[in-house]
């Protein structure tokens, strides 16, 4: 079975959860920061633990902030638990980002904070955000969960904004097992968030840092494509059983944070992280050509719209839009190709955000249901990424 996500780990990954280094957080986060050219760096234990934090500690509550209705639901539920009111806009269908005409009308003397999503790789033009915004009092968090090193007109829209936010996990073009990190070229920015984080989030205790030592020995047999075939057969890694603690990270029905959302980055966390900064480049590049590749050859396929291939973008994800999804899906399963549904929801359109809902957000409800992800690991090989091409047309045309 070929996976439908897959950590670019090796054994350097493992020799680093074993290596004894004193500041290994605070060594991270200063690589993280030159790598990314900005000048401070923190980490957390989520990215949706950095938003929280940017909220509360530069005392943003009961203010509006605005984030596109088709993005990861952590970032309204950060927004939320903060204390403050999601105001949503619908994306552009084209490329998955934020609406900048549809921004420009939801702004009032209420929005605080505006967060792009930068969704599955490619920028937001920043140009533009800047122009709406103005002169106007309002925060940019940009959101780099999926962008990292994406840039608009060679600017990296990490730097593009007041502060940006970094997801870690191990679907991410970088990973630190779990783990979130935030930068920013603002010092009294960085100095109150730095203080507001270290009064108020905990050490991780021993044994939860033990448990993410065990989950990142597990990712090597868990991805093996035998082992793999062997609990995909079962559906177990779609969340039904025996890695439903990992995959599940939203309920339709409830805004929640995670019990670890407060704790503090692990140095096994931050030695893996160092080792993954080293890669960057590499992932970047390789992630980059099979998206070329998938559009070089899947170009023409009546029912299968394509994602843009935009200067900058660094695809996270390869995300085209089909009909039929579910058949599908099914069918690439018995051709040994997993192919994933990303985001698979509108957030105006979930029962626990009915409240917040002033709008149809059409766009963000087609999306969340036409949508799928095929395979874009560094990893995979050219036959591979061949083979998951042809089975593809196959099935459509």
């Known amino acids: 079975m070929i996976p439908r996500l897959k950590p670019y780990f090796n054994s350097k990954e493992i020799k680093a959860i074993f290596r004894l280094e004193q500041n290994s957080v605070e ?10 050219k900005a000048k401070y760096a923190l980490s957390f234990s989520y990215g949706r633990s950095a938003i929280h934090s940017i909220f509360k500690a530069l005392n943003i509550k009961n203010s509006e902030i605005i984030t596109p209705a088709y993005t990861c639901v952590v970032v309204p539920h950060a927004i939320v638990l903060s204390g403050n009111i999601p105001k949503f806009v619908d994306i552009d269908v084209k490329n998955y980002n934020l609406n900048l005409d549809e ?25 533009k955000l800047k122009e709406i915004i103005g002169t106007r009092d309002i925060l940019t968090i940009q959101d780099c969960a999926h962008c990292f090193g994406a840039e608009w007109n060679k600017k990296l829209v990490c730097n593009e904004g007041d502060v940006a936010i970094f997801s870690l996990n191990i679907s991410k073009q970088l990973s630190s097992i779990f783990g979130g990190m935030l930068t920013t070229n603002n010092e009294e920015i960085y100095e109150r968030i730095k203080e507001y984080r270290d009064k108020n989030l905990r050490k991780s205790s021993s044994m939860r840092a033990l448990k993410k030592m065990a989950y990142l020995l597990a990712v090597y047999p868990a991805f093996n494509e035998t082992l793999y075939n062997f609990v995909c057969y079962f559906d177990y890694l779609e969340g039904k059983k025996l890695f439903k603690k990992f995959t599940q990270y939203y309920r339709d029905d409830k ?13 096994i966390e931050a030695n893996v992280g160092r080792e993954q900064l080293k890669k ?17 050859n899947l170009k023409n396929i009546p029912g299968l719209t394509l994602p843009p291939i935009i200067e900058g973008a660094t695809y996270s994800h390869y995300v085209p839009k089909i009909e039929n999804r579910e058949k599908i899906i099914k069918k690439m399963r018995m051709s040994g190709i997993q192919v994933g549904k990303l985001i698979e929801y509108s ?25 799928i992800n095929l ?23």
């Open 27 to 36: 060594k991270f986060e200063k690589e993280f920061a030159k790598r990314f």
């Open 103 to 127: 921004f420009a009308k939801k702004i009032n003397n209420k929005t605080k904070v505006i967060i792009p999503g930068n969704i599955f790789g490619y920028p937001v033009n920043t140009e």
């Open 255 to 267: 805004i929640d944070f995670p019990k670890d959302a407060f704790e503090l980055l692990t140095s």
């Open 280 to 296: 960057y480049s590499e992932i970047a590049e390789k992630k980059k050509n099979i998206a070329k590749y998938y559009d070089d």
């Open 347 to 371: 957030i105006p359109h979930m029962t626990a955000y009915q409240k917040y809902k002033d709008g149809e957000f059409k766009n963000s409800l087609y999306c969340s249901k036409k949508t």
């Open 375 to 397: 395979p874009i690991y560094p990893s995979l090989n050219k036959k591979k990424v061949n083979y998951i091409v042809s089975s593809l047309r196959k099935l459509i045309i």
